[in-house]
């Protein structure tokens, strides 16, 4: 009786090495032919399966060196496209795969991340009454890149805040100044009578796609490597900032200038203000981040005009700052560390 269940006991246990040593005799077979990708995947299971064997580790991370190899050049192909979000997943992927690739490290200092965050408080009352119902509704921010394009970010309807991630690639950073608002609205999908659904996007307020006439001076970023310091355990001195009290409908056209004034960033603009700005810009050397601190706006509609209105609001308690809410957050942790100094936004007579 006990010899009976001992045969269907060893093949049982048997199983798994079985099924890994399969993996490995395919990841064998594809490396043969060059099929490198393929092969990392059927040792990657080898490895799950007998995580202590070293012959399935080394094979993986031979292969893996092709892999990366093979990405770095969809990396160079992306790049050349234009298309930095693909480009940058790939230089990951490499890092990962081949750690000791020193084109890999060298190229991975050129790029550098920024996040663009604010919030947005609505009467909403008013925005009800004043819109159409949808089937999906969605506030959402748009912003101008100092490349020309648009990124958007939606707007928490419970918080208002809204935050957006954006590369860069071989771009000094004082570019940074350079990211602007171009619109807030309302992102709506409706359904039509054929069964289609349609997209459309009602603006409240609208920058446009605008960019700076012209960028002068410069910020005195900091060369050498500084501890870097949590910026909320220094977010007091924003309560300190005065902004434009009024309520302000932005003009048809939009003009504006950057002077750059070593610690500060002076707009000139129409009505002299800067809502479509931000408010401060946080960097870190050290890990190449930058932090657009956009400030908390104050959209409201006027029944006289039949427009919208916008004005940046002032700080009167720390609880005021959505940043202490935003820094929650973990996957935006490396953001809330900066070099020290803080470049205040003003406006320019």
Known sequence: MRQFWKRPLLLLLSLPLLGCSFAYDQGVRLEAEERWEEAAISYREAVVANPDNSAYHEALQRVN?????????????????????????????????????????EEEKLWSHVLLSGQVRFEFEQLQTNVRLADEMQL?????????????????????????????????????????????????????????????????????EIQPLRVQGQLDFPTTMVPSRYLISDRSRVLLRQQNPQEWSPPRLVQYELLLQGDRIAVRSTDQ???????????????????LDFGVYDLRFQEENRNWTIRRQDYQEPTDDYLLELADNLALSPYFFYSGIAYPFVAQP
């Open 273 to 291: 203000r800067r809502e479509f700005a931000a408010d401060i810009l946080y960097w870190n050397l050290e890990d190449q981040r930058a932090l």
């Open 140 to 208: 959402q921010i748009r912003f101008n890149t100092p490349a020309g394009k648009t990124i958007s970010a939606p707007i928490s309807s419970e918080s208002g805040i809204f935050f957006v991630e954006d590369l860069t690639y071989r771009q000094n950073a004082q570019i940074f100044a350079q990211y602007s608002v171009q619109s807030i609205g309302l992102q709506l999908v409706r359904s039509e009578p054929s069964g289609l659904s349609r997209r459309e996007y009602q603006k409240f307020i609208d920058f446009r």
């Open 65 to 105: 060196r092709r892999v990366a190899q093979e990405n770095l050049q969809r990396y160079r192909e992306y790049l050349a496209a234009g298309e930095e979000v693909k480009a940058f997943a790939r230089l990951q992927a490499v890092r990962q795969q081949d750690p000791d690739l020193a084109e890999a490290t």
